[in-house]
């Protein structure tokens, strides 16, 4: 069976709260073109600026055809990203979720840590088959 990458959402909000992914480069809800199942979640957090400052956060999808229908994931930051910064590399998520074309996945984020995030910008891609 193919498999396949797909951005389903940027979060460059720098709430503490959940807040719909409205980022530029993919916002909620992201909707399937082909039924299959979401097999795996990737996220990245990015350098948007010299100063950027990302900790800890989350990713909450939620769907109907999920079982259980909410799924969390995280997200790691390294702090004040001042320049020269280094690579960050992307967390990978195994999840088994079937999903069908044209039935939406909302997702959410939010930062967890009390520090006020600078210039966040964290995407999040789906694995599909």
Known sequence: MAKYWRLLAEYDAEATTYGACAGGGGSSPYTPDKSGRLIGLRTMVGDDAATSLVNHGNFKLTCSTFTPNVIEVGF?????????????????????????????ITIEARHLTADTPVTASVLIFGLFE
């Open 76 to 104: 790691q930051g390294t702090g004040l990203r001042t320049v020269p910064a280094f690579m960050q590399h992307p967390i990978d998520w195994a999840v088994d979720q079937p999903v069908q074309a044209g039935v939406p």
